[in-house]
């Protein structure tokens, strides 16, 4: 990661959303392809650059010093969710790069397109 890479705002602040995930591959390779995610770090943690935020995708841990209470895990059941991440991206129907899955849905065209992927 260089030095521009950094999330360190010079005013305002930034986004980083945490992901505890079961398989950081499967995940980085989910964002880096779908939303074209700039990977910064590979592994432990992935650290991704997506659009104006930034993404962390890392395996569950044991508690640390400062929260000796809290455990990291990925969602035991994918019917259950505590958090989730909703990506609202512009209308890519229309001259969309090949790279870009299609929408499965079609909806009115003055509504945004919204995914809420949980890769795990």
């Known amino acids: ?5 950094f999330p360190d705002p010079q005013s305002g602040f930034v986004l980083t959303h945490f992901l505890v ?4 591959d499967r995940s980085r390779d989910f964002y880096q392809s779908v939303f074209g995610a700039k990977v910064l770090s590979e592994r432990d943690p992935v650290i991704m650059k997506i659009a104006n935020s930034w993404l962390i995708l890392n395996v569950g841990g044991a508690p640390t010093d400062d929260k000796p209470t809290v455990t990291l895990a990925p969602p035991a059941d994918p019917d259950h969710a505590s958090a989730f991440l909703n990506i609202r ?32």
């Open 21 to 24: 995930v079961s398989d950081q």
């Open 89 to 120: 991206v512009a209308d890519i129907r229309h001259g969309a790069p090949s790279s870009l899955p299609s929408p499965r849905t079609t909806p009115a065209k003055s509504a945004p397109t919204s995914a809420t992927p949980m890769v795990t």
């Open 1 to 5: 990661m260089t030095d521009d890479d």
